[in-house]
């Protein structure tokens, strides 16, 4: 994938590079290569925060999305089926969906207290012959095994997406003090020049302004992309009470 | 499997967290990259030549204008000779006194005089300012260079008020092009129609006196002036090139044309 899509963009920069790019005098680089090496460390640590946010951000949305998927099939499977071990037979091959940690531990605790009430020889071993129901003991146990469930599943939802909010009120303060380091020391050249020229003012502000362009930059999508995310993660939360939900009603109806 | 063991097993996060930071840091080297070979006028402001904008109004011109003078609207004088002082008259001796002792007539009628009609108010012209001689503005047929700045082209349809159109000819090198220009857009523009109205249109013409952008820039609500304004420009097509005394490259205008039924 990436030979791929290095390939065009490598050829279109040679393009470019051939054909216009002799001209360029004050770009955005010759900016970054005059500021001084506080306004470099600076720019270096906005990078970091952008590269590592966007990477949360394609993997938060990935992993979301194949999330989605697989929740769908799952609830389609879920509601099909008559048998919770048909269902657990499935859940191996769904294993992004959050429901799927629900059932999973849903199922051991329901699993877990049957066999405690039932033992296999009682049914068989009945005098009347009659299918004796398997009963629950406590069905607020298998409630609060969901509930666990759930909390672990927004958990793992929600790991890393605080990075995001860090990202978005950090990186602008950090863009603002680089900027605020490169206007001092554009003064202090001012006043060794001792010329309020405009010409000699201008140039070291711009440096110092690109510091801020670079906060900015890094915080925009941090922002964005946090607040849509938690909100999925919300989205995610209330299908799995939902799901709960459900399940607590089908163990009732069949096991009490 | 205990309810412990499932949900161990569930807290592990899906893998990918690695592959997804080394394809942004690939995104993030690639616009670097693209930063550092791009032109420069993508990130900094271009430098191109100052593009002349102007607006003119076509129609309703100015009062007494009468259409098409490069002098617009400019008040039409004639130059009247400052009149020239009386010369003096020399002082006279007082007359002769009569004799004191003369004999009244005994039938001499008294002289009768009018009194003059009391003045109630000033006369319009000396209103507030004092009566000077020199040059003067009269109604008259010959053109005299005033310093007034002319407000546009007239170029009325129906010689009805024209409104005020925002061209400052007087900076502009070259009015005899634009004359020619408004001419021959007039000449391709249909004034008759059933709805009054002002449409401006604004148009770019280039060096060598093509017509391009043309588009209705205020249009009125009557769908038939508009198109008719803008057949007018479009149909002109093609203008003698921009004067050489004119030095940019295009020259944009915003032609205002004004409909009076």
Redesign the interface.
């Known amino acids: 994938m ?1 030979t791929l899509g ?1 390939l065009p ?1 490598a050829l279109w ?1 040679q393009a ?2 051939g054909t ?2 002799e ?7 010759t900016l970054v290569l005059r500021s001084s090496p506080i306004s470099k460390l600076v720019l270096l640590a906005l ?1 970091l925060l ?3 946010s ?6 938060k949305l ?2 979301f999305r ?1 999330s989605e998927r697989h929740t769908t099939q799952f609830l389609d499977i879920f509601r099909r089926s008559n048998k919770f071990s048909e269902v657990q037979a499935v859940c191996k091959s769904l ?2 969906s959050p429901l ?2 629900l059932f ?2 849903g199922y ?2 329901l699993t ?1 207290q049957l066999r405690q009430t039932a033992p296999p020889d009682a049914i068989g071993s009945n005098p009347h012959g009659t299918v004796v129901r398997p009963t629950l003991k406590s069905l607020a146990a298998v409630d609060r ?1 969901l509930l ?2 759930s909390a ?2 927004v ?2 939802l929600e ?2 997406i605080p990075f995001l909010a860090t990202t978005a009120s950090m990186a602008p303060f950090i863009g603002l003090f680089g900027t605020v380091w490169g206007i001092i020391t554009a003064f202090e050249g001012i006043g060794q020049t001792g010329s309020t020229n405009l010409g000699v003012v201008a140039p070291g502000i711009a440096d110092a302004l690109v510091a801020t362009a670079a906060g900015l930059f890094a915080a925009i999508p941090a922002v964005y992309f946090y607040n849509g995310l938690s909100n999925r993660v919300k989205l995610f939360a209330s299908e799995m009470d939902d799901f709960a939900m459900e399940f607590l009603n089908i163990a009732e109806r069949n096991f009490t | ?3 412990g ?3 161990r097993d ?2 592990q ?2 893998a ?2 690695q592959r ?9 080297t ?1 616009i670097a ?8 006028r993508w ?2 402001h271009s430098q191109e030549a100052p593009r002349t904008v102007m607006t003119i109004s076509l129609g309703g011109g100015g009062p007494r204008s009468g259409g098409m003078t490069a002098m617009g609207d400019r008040p039409v004088q004639v130059q009247t000779p400052p009149e020239q002082p009386k010369p003096r008259e020399p002082v006279r001796p007082p007359a002769a006194k009569t004799p004191e002792m003369t004999v009244p007539m005994r039938n001499a009628r008294p002289s009768r005089t009018t009194p003059a009609p009391s003045v109630k108010q000033a006369p319009q012209d000396a209103k507030g300012r004092t009566p000077t001689r020199g040059p003067e503005t009269r109604a008259g047929s010959t053109v005299a260079e005033t310093g007034t700045r002319g407000q546009g082209f007239g170029l009325s349809t129906g010689g009805g008020p024209g409104s005020g159109s925002t061209l400052d000819v007087a900076d502009f090198c070259c009015p005899d092009y634009l004359l020619l220009m408004i001419e021959s857009v007039r000449r391709s523009w249909n004034q008759n129609q059933s709805n009054a109205g002002q449409v401006v249109v604004r148009f770019t013409i280039q060096r060598d006196g093509s017509l391009t952008d043309v588009l209705v820039e205020r249009p009125t609500g009557d769908p038939t002036l508009n198109i008719a304004a803008q057949r007018a420009v479009v149909l002109t097509r093609k203008l003698p090139p921009l004067p050489d005394a004119f030095p940019n490259p295009t020259l944009t205008v915003h032609l205002n044309f004004q409909y009076q039924r």
């Open positions: 990436r290095s963009l920069l470019q590079s216009v790019a001209g360029s005098s004050t770009s955005i680089v990078g952008s590269v590592i966007w990477g949360i951000i394609l993997y990935w992993t194949r294993d992004d799927v940690g999973q531990s051991a605790e877990a095994a666990r469930a672990v599943e958990n793992k790991h890393r | 499997m205990d309810v063991d499932v949900l569930r807290m996060e899906p990918g967290l997804m930071i080394m394809v942004s840091c690939a995104v993030h690639a990259v693209a930063l550092l070979f791009a032109p420069a990130v900094s």
